[in-house]
T-cell receptor, first 110, second 113 residues
């Protein structure tokens, strides 16, 4: 079982719609959770971090965490063409390394 | 620019040659990480430093790979006797402390021909 799994893409959404990305993790002791955005050929850029159960909003992005279900999600509201990228879910299963999912590629159609 | 920097950004080398990459972390961050990323995959952990001490190495890091962080500042990652399977993006990240956000540099794309 992979440590971090993301819903397989690609995900295509029309401009202005909500993009919903899901992630599950295997280590129940994980405490820190992150979403990174990665444009083609570039390095990952941190867009959200979440540490407690519930929702965290930052602009058009909302991260949701449910530790009991070992589930993290990212919602992108009012999707824009500039949101077209691969989104990586990352989890700290221990105290030193991040474990990443394989990523979900999002395409926003104009 | 006060972010993580990496040099070079691109490296093309012939199989069997040695290559060295450099990473300069965010200045107040004492943790520095190296990852490798191949197409269609998320970054995979290679090794990390707390200050100058290398505290963990992945089993991905064969004996051809070595990393240093002298004086707890910049870090270097050397690959000896490169193989075509070493072709990847090598990413460096830094963080303030345990469990905190990691910020990535622009990466070094290595192509082994």
């Amino acid at each position: 079982q992979k440590e971090v799994e993301q819903n397989s893409g690609p995900l295509s959404v029309p401009e202005g719609a909500i993009a919903s990305l899901n992630c599950t993790y295997s280590d129940r002791g994980s405490q820190s959770f992150f979403w990174y955005r990665q444009y083609s050929g570039k390095s990952p850029e941190l867009i959200m971090s979440i540490y407690s159960n519930g929702d965290k909003e930052d602009g058009r992005f909302t991260a949701q965490l449910n530790k009991a279900s070992q589930y993290v999600s990212l919602l992108i509201r009012d999707s824009q063409p500039s949101d077209s990228a691969t989104y990586l879910c990352a989890v700290y299963p221990n105290d030193y390394k991040l474990s990443f999912g394989a990523g979900t590629t999002v395409t926003v159609r104009a | 620019d006060t972010g993580v920097s990496q040099d070079p950004r691109h490296k093309i080398t012939k199989r069997g040659q040695n290559v060295t990459f450099r990473c300069d972390p965010i200045s107040e961050h004492n943790r520095l990480y190296w990852y490798r990323q191949t197409l269609g995959q998320g970054p995979e952990f290679l090794t990390y430093f707390q200050n100058e001490a290398q505290l963990e190495k992945s089993r991905l890091l064969s004996d051809r790979f070595s990393a240093e962080r002298p004086k707890g500042s910049f870090s270097t990652l050397e690959i000896q006797r490169t193989e075509q399977g070493d072709s990847a993006m090598y990413l460096c990240a830094s963080s303030l402390a345990v469990g905190y956000e990691q910020y990535f540099g622009p990466g070094t794309r290595l192509t082994v021909t």
